[in-house]
């Protein structure tokens, strides 16, 4: 984000290590700092990804277990970015602004216990733990295009449930206006949440917010898992917002509060850069960014390292008709 991305981001088909290779070179690789045995953590996750398991290092790399969902039927045909490029291009900036830290430096969070609290401006505040994420509602998957600000963009199997079912359970009064999210703070666990560099200078905890009509659009999801499975740590586990008409950086990740306002609430890139980041943040290919064109993306696909996969970026992501609405009247290059 406000860091300059490397012009080829993209994952090397050969990053992904065959596996005799990799056991071979880990008792060497131990010996190398926590990155280097990091980088090949990521290639043996990219690999078992592919493979559909994760059992490669199994005392290391966390564990996601399958979900009962039902499926979606409208967007089957979409293309999806492989789970292997899902799970290790991501942007987590607790756990480090380049695009390959937080698969590398998550792998130990633990997400069990947990606590999600719903306050605020509602009659009846809860608070979810664990076991609740996955049970609470009827999971679906949603296949939504993802398409973050600086211009790459991905196809993801997400299942979850709509935030509408969980807002409607804490029953929002007249006052609440807009929806707070906050992501755990926990320093110890999370290292860019201390280290500048480490964490692209943001101040956190990461927070990010909608207004009520938004949160409560169909489209709006809590997502608890990808690919069938529930969220590895560098995806947002165990629960985190999916947002799919607005640049990736409103779909909070780990999420441990969400709060009903009346006033808007403060977001973590628009306090940092507020002329480079919006509150509204609606994908919107005629209004750039100061560092990235919006006009088009570059699709993250099973394409290898020079497939041609730049195209169009469409007003609110393609989801133009399911939201537009909500904006009638606006100017959405004041509102960015
Ligand atoms: N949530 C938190 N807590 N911290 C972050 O750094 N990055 C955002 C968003 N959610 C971020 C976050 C950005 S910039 C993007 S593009 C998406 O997560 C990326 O999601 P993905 O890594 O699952 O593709």
């Keep these: 984000m406000l860091i300059k991305t490397p012009k080829n981001f993209s994952l090397k088909d050969s990053d992904v290590t065959d596996e005799s290779i990799y056991r071979e070179r880990r008792s060497l690789l131990k010996q190398m700092g926590f990155l280097g045995a990091g980088a090949l953590m990521s290639s043996a996750i990219a690999k078992n990804a592919s493979a559909g398991f994760f059992s490669a290092d199994a005392d290391t790399v ?5 979900l009962d969902y039902s499926k979606d039927t409208l967007n089957q045909g979409l293309l ?45 505040p809860i608070t979810l733990d664990h076991d609740d994420l996955t049970r609470l509602f009827p ?70 917010g909608l207004r009520i009509d938004e949160a409560m659009n169909p489209l709006t999801l809590m997502s608890v898992g990808l690919y069938g499975k529930t969220l590895p740590p560098q995806n947002g586990a165990p629960i985190r917002l999916v947002v799919p008409w607005k640049y990736g950086f409103k779909s909070i990740k780990s999420i441990v509060g969400i709060k009903l306002l009346e006033q808007q609430p403060p977001t973590t890139w628009k306090k940092l850069a507020p002329r480079e980041y919006g509150f509204y943040a609606n994908v919107n290919p005629n209004h750039d960014h100061p560092r990235w064109s919006q006009a088009s993306e570059r699709r993250i696909s099973s394409g290898g390292l020079f497939a041609r996969n730049r195209i169009a970026t469409l007003p609110f992501n393609g989801y133009g008709e399911e939201v537009a609405d909500l904006y009638q009247g606006m100017n959405l290059s004041k509102h960015y």
């Design 139 to 208: 999971l679906e998957e949603r296949i939504y295009r993802l398409r973050c600000v600086e211009a790459w963009s991905m196809v993801i199997p997400w299942i979850g449930f709509p935030l509408a079912s969980l807002l409607k359970k804490v029953a929002p009064n007249s006052r609440a206006k807009y929806v707070a999210f906050e992501t755990l703070y926990d320093p110890k666990q999370m290292p860019g949440q201390e280290n500048r560099r480490l964490g692209g200078g943001i101040k956190y905890p990461y927070v990010e």
């Design 62 to 66: 966390f564990q996601t277990t399958g």
């Design 80 to 124: 999806k970015t492989p789970e292997q490029k899902v799970i290790t291009h991501n942007n987590f900036y607790e756990f480090g602004s380049k695009k390959n830290q937080p698969v590398e430096l998550a792998q130990s969070f633990k997400v069990d216990p947990w606590q999600l609290k719903i306050s605020g401006e509602c009659d009846n």
